[in-house]
């Protein structure tokens, strides 16, 4: 079992920065794929980024390219999510998930674990 702990959401103007933490328990962390995914009010629960079990390889969503970075730390067991430039539609709860193997799933049903969610939110 692996349990996950977002940190770092908040309240933020547009064009202002926040960074999200995953936190996560178990000691096979590097052998899972982490992905970062966010719901906004009466909408689905969309992909924003992925990264591999070794940080080697990462995916993003194109409304996110080049405004946020996923990277991770597997000697302590976290994921981050580097959130630049940010708007007002980046608003939502912003999920991280975690799924065993080499691959980098972009879908919500290739994660198994999921974390509670972090509030963010963006003022125009």
């Known amino acids: 079992q692996v349990q996950l702990v977002e940190s770092g959401g908040g309240l933020v103007q547009a064009g202002g920065s926040l960074r999200l933490s995953c936190a996560t328990s178990?000691?096979?962390?590097?052998?899972?794929?982490m992905g970062w995914f966010r719901q906004a009010p009466g909408k689905e629960r969309e992909f924003v980024a992925a990264?591999?079990?070794?940080?080697?390889?990462?995916n993003s969503a194109d409304f996110v390219k080049g405004r946020f970075t996923i990277s991770r730390d597997n000697a302590k067991n976290t994921v981050s999510l580097q959130m630049n430039s940010l708007k007002p539609e980046d608003t939502a709860v912003y999920y991280c998930a975690a799924t065993p193997g080499v691959g980098v799933p972009l879908i919500p049903a290739g994660y198994d674990y999921w974390g509670q969610g972090t509030q963010v939110t963006v003022s125009s």
């Open positions: 990264i591999n079990w070794s940080g080697g390889r990462t």
């Open positions: 178990g000691r096979t962390f590097g052998t899972y794929a």
